[in-house]
């Protein structure tokens, strides 16, 4: 099944608020993007069905700066009222302009109604926004701008896409290959520098700056990251799914497999062999012994 590849970015102008109430503004994202996607979906004038959509989250940039995205890998076609599959008879699925400013207008709706019920907290650089007038102003800069949805013809097919976006579902930021060295309180990393003509370079920065920047993205305890809508969201995917591959003649689904082995994934999302000594990086590490996990309780503090 053919898909394709958006990119749907926030502006920095949210980035500050974000730092105070990341749950909230992740999710916001989440639902707008999905509604946004779910609604050109549904309209005959695109494809006239339900699509299926995998959406993924990013927070960071290669200079590891805030830079909030989501990543939308997206059937290209939908499953009609009638079973039928519709794909789209213009040779690409959304156009991103119009994509653009429904995403602008979801998200900044679902962020009106979160100040209008104090639904956020404000510190620091964001504490001028708890009043009212000032919220309003802040909502008018961020319409007066075009918001950035960016699409991408997967020309290796959706496994290119997949295997891209699978080196990142279980990162944070920063891969320890990228990091040359951390001495004398600074640490040196290397990075694609986009604007540039996708050079590599390095970027050195303070220790206690790197850990700054690192800590942004560390999620919200519990948020999940990457989410299904559509035909593959958890509470209508089996049957829907079955329909799909009717109106697609495609075989069912074959049986799931067996699980794969903590060693094979490492080595095919991190490219990393979890035997492999760490210090020489040639010789094989060995399992000498399984030590059981030890069953004493650490003793419960009285209260005072």
Not at 173 to 193: E, L, T
Not at 220 to 236: D, E, T, V
């Amino acid at each position: 099944m053919p898909y394709s590849h958006l990119v749907f970015t926030l502006p920095h102008t949210l980035n500050a608020l974000a730092q105070g109430n990341a749950r909230l503004l992740y999710a916001l994202l989440f639902k707008s993007v999905s509604a946004t996607l779910i609604d050109f979906g549904a309209n005959p004038r695109w494809l006239g069905g339900e699509i299926a959509a995998t959406l993924i989250l990013h927070t960071w940039g290669q200079t590891l700066a805030q830079h909030l995205h989501l990543h939308a890998l997206v059937a290209a076609g939908a499953l009609g009222n009638g079973g039928e599959w519709m794909r789209s008879p213009r040779g690409f699925l959304f156009p991103v302009k119009a994509l653009s400013a429904v995403f602008r207008g979801k998200f900044l709706e679902s962020l009106k109604q979160a100040f209008e019920r104090a639904r956020l907290s404000f510190e620091g650089s964001t504490s001028l926004l708890s009043e009212h007038p000032a919220q309003e102003r802040f909502l008018s800069r961020l319409r007066e701008n075009d918001w950035v949805v960016y699409a991408k013809r997967p020309f290796g097919g959706p496994e290119q896409v997949l295997d891209y976006l699978g080196r990142y579902t279980h990162r944070v930021a920063i891969s320890n290959h990228r990091i040359v060295d951390a001495n004398d309180g600074q640490v040196r990393f290397r990075y694609r520098d986009y604007a540039h003509g996708n050079r590599r370079k390095t970027m050195r920065l303070e220790a206690g700056e790197f850990i700054r920047r690192f800590c942004l993205h560390v999620l919200p305890q519990g948020f999940m990251r990457i989410r299904h809508y559509g035909l593959i969201a958890n509470r209508s995917k089996r049957l829907q799914l079955a329909q799909a591959r009717i109106a697609l003649d495609r075989p069912a689904a074959a049986q799931r497999p067996e699980p794969e082995s903590a060693e094979a994934f490492w080595l095919r999302v991190a490219n990393r062999d979890i035997h492999q000594c760490a210090h020489c990086r040639a010789g094989r590490m060995i399992t000498i012994a399984a030590l059981a996990p030890s069953e004493r309780k650490t003793p419960r503090a009285r209260p005072p």
